[in-house]
């Protein structure tokens, strides 16, 4: 079947996702039977182009490469699913955690207009899991966001399809690659100054580097598996969230060469009726799951009751990272 | 939906199923939407129980606890299939890896008469994956196994879906538990003697332990996933297998001291046009993926194009483990 994709946001990630459509499109139809077809590609800062033909991925990378797109951006995303025929609305929109916006108002324009939609943004997931999740099922399309969490490394497919038929009652996660770099050089011997300055250089960290340190990041990414897990909406004021801003390098490595690790663990459990959520520097034994991942690696175990624990690994960033979460979330959908 | 079962082989696996039936029944169909109906459960040891209306699991895991099913066993698939009106076949026959029987003649009997089928055995899959992929395929049905290799661990899931859109290029396991058991207890100062009568005794290893020790168990599995993963059918005898007999005690345990892991590394990649299959005991680094997977478990690092290397692990045997892959198998074709 044909997927007529209209993509949101040519940053990094969408970028990376027009790249590969343009060196795989054709393999890609052979091995699932998906045709993808670009109609659309729109960003308020380099406008839109558009063909409901079908655009050449490779035409509109060397136009994003010159700095503009040929026509005008066009914030109503029901009028382009309209007017291009598009099935699915891609987002690679910047996250604002607080509105949700402009991923939320992308997925209420797509949905709304009979178009599936997949993002990579943490923010209407923040803010509207449950309203976006329902409007899709009530029309029969996919509300799919394998990129919010661990970028591609597949751990919502995991829980989802993997996993279905599972009770789960506990995830624990290093789902924040900038500290688990920082812990992970701690350990080897650097303060925590040396540790940040070394994953700013390195584009791990931002300049405000608060959301990482302070566990924002995973948090939220916390309560987007609350929903995933446990079909429970919870607020990023309801996890009980210390950073690793209060550690010292000689902790970290002081627990290094006696066997053990210091993690900044995410972890989500039931507790009777309750889901409880919270993000903490631990020191994990040797034998624990999350004990060896090292460097940006992020990574979830999760229990359950048939299978015990199980545990998935893998890059938690990075543009073609994140763009292989829009694409197998694309493929899902309409796959043979 | 729903979806009438055909249960066939009554062991600890179909047991299993059974009871995850009984007691996760309705929360099954509340959460996917799948209503699981059991019409048929046969064993050649212990008869057979039928009901187009839907048996009473509970029930039929009571009278096996008695030793016998009221009926008599059908041995022809196609037709409890039509007389029952199932829409999947669950098989958890015993494998052969030589003839793929019963599982073969099970598969073809399913399908053949309009059913879906899934199994835990590796023996059909062994001999006619692509002619079994392709009969369903033909005939708009399923053919799922999920349980064929780390039993409920959802490696097989993992491939066809969280990385749907990714590419390839190496994959390295370690498919069999019995032997990373010895190895872990090797590493911990028993002799390979002493941890193999240990993994005898529980349970871990057969009285012959050839199948395991020797790699012939990987060795399988590397031909499974040669399937899954590159669509190439490859016999068992184009792996180049080595097993652990070979090791001492000392070897392993002067590994560990130095910090490195002995394990039995199955691995698969591709070279030019051809996939290379290979079951070796291998001393691994503290950085490699696998080096920490310690004990009775499972663990495959899948080497990929967009998101460098996916690491999962999990069980790789047991009874509800290896039911809980069924489940996951019907779950999938019928969902929400």
Chains 1, 2 share one sequence.
């Not at 943490?122 to 029309?139: D, N, Q, S, T, Y």
Request: proline fraction near 4%; charged fraction near 20%.
């Amino acid at each position: 079947m044909e997927q007529r994709i209209a993509l949101l946001g040519c940053g990094n990630v969408g970028k990376a996702l027009i790249g590969i459509l343009n060196r795989k499109g054709r393999h890609l139809e052979g091995a699932y039977g998906v045709r993808m077809r670009l109609v659309y590609v729109g960003d308020p800062r380099v406008g839109a182009a558009a063909d409901s033909q079908g655009l050449d991925p490779g035409a509109v990378l060397e136009m994003l490469d010159r700095g503009a797109l040929p026509e005008a951006f066009r914030g109503d995303v029901s009028e382009v699913v309209k007017s291009m025929g598009a099935t699915v609305v891609a987002d690679a929109t910047p996250t604002d955690l607080r509105t949700g916006e402009p991923g939320l108002s992308n997925a209420r324009g797509a949905l709304s207009s009979g178009a599936h939609f997949v993002t990579t943004s943490k923010g209407p997931l923040a803010v509207a899991a449950r309203e976006l999740e329902e409007m899709a099922r009530e029309r029969g399309l996919k509300f799919l966001y394998e990129g919010a969490v661990m970028s591609g490394t597949p751990l919502i497919s995991l829980i989802r399809n993997g996993l279905a038929g599972c009770s789960i009652s506990r995830i624990e996660g290093i789902l924040n690659g900038t500290t688990n770099y920082m812990l992970t050089r701690m350990a080897q011997g650097l303060s925590y100054p040396e540790a940040l300055e070394e994953a700013q250089d390195l584009g791990y960290a931002e300049a405000d580097p608060t959301a990482d340190v302070e566990g924002f990041d995973p948090a939220v990414k916390l309560c987007i598996l609350a929903w995933v897990a446990f079909r429970r909406e919870i607020g990023v004021d309801q996890v009980d969230r210390t950073g690793i801003s209060g550690l010292t390098g000689e902790q970290v490595e002081r627990a290094a060469r006696s066997g053990r690790s210091v993690k900044l663990v995410a972890s989500l459990w039931t507790q009777g009726e309750s889901i409880m959520a919270q993000v903490k520097p631990q020191e994990l034994e040797a034998d624990h799951p999350l004990h060896g991942i090292g460097g940006a690696v992020n990574a979830a175990t999760i229990w359950t009751d048939h299978l015990g624990k199980v545990t998935v690994s893998g890059p938690g960033a990075g543009r073609d990272e994140t763009a292989q979460a829009l694409l197998t979330d694309i493929i899902s959908i309409g796959r043979d």
